[in-house]
């Protein structure tokens, strides 16, 4: 039953890019987290990526500005604490990332993503439309994240939006900026983004997706905190390029029995 559900949870990855499996955490395990999260935040614990960090749009200059110290990623989140690690390498997890490698074994990186995503009422950016693989080297451009919502994501919070099945698209580098955002401004930039969909998540689902998809977010227009644990994973036999920076910290084999 559950094999049958994963056959059919892989295709549905492979096709869109993506894919959201619904409450996947129970409410205690995500509640649990949230509260973990809650400490780190207050006081706040770092390493932290700031909103004036990123230089994204809507984001304060500098960290001296208002909002700068705005807190966006808390970052290194699986050296953070023993249950963010149990996540990391939950096996429900690890079964359908094997499952979405084609039966190899998956494995955590602590390079990327790795992280607590938090936006912000009052001051949190908007990202735009980008694939993860962009700043990452890797022998195959083939690793998947996994996004699990702590609350409600929605477009007024910021949910992310995806272009489904932009994952298996070759895309020209003119069409991208020089921060390999796509640039807006292309009328066939413009034709794909209009195939966006909203990701709406509620506490404890996750969302997997492809290191190649196409995906964005807005900002947080509402008055509550919104936050997501975010960890990236590549299969064994796909290895971190030797003397860049997805190759600093090892990555940790993930179990893949027991979902
Ligand atoms: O929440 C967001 O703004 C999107 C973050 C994102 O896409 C990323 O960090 O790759």
Redesign the pocket.
Known sequence: MVAANLDAEAEQFQRDGYLVVRGLASAPEHAALRALVDTMLDPLQGPVEFEADVG?PGAPKNRADTGGLTPR?LLHAYSRDPLLRAWARDPRVGARLRKFFGGRAPYVSQCH?NCI?T?HPGFS???SW?Q?IRYWSFQRADLISTWLALGPERRAN?A?LVIPGSHRLEVDALRYDQALFLRTDLSENQALIAQAKMVELDAGDMLFFHCRLF???GRNETDQLKC?L?FSYHDEFNRPNPGTRSAVYPSVAVPVSGA
């Open positions: 994204y990623r993503h995503m936006k950016s908007l990202t980008h993860d910021g992310l995906h964005a977010a997501s975010v």
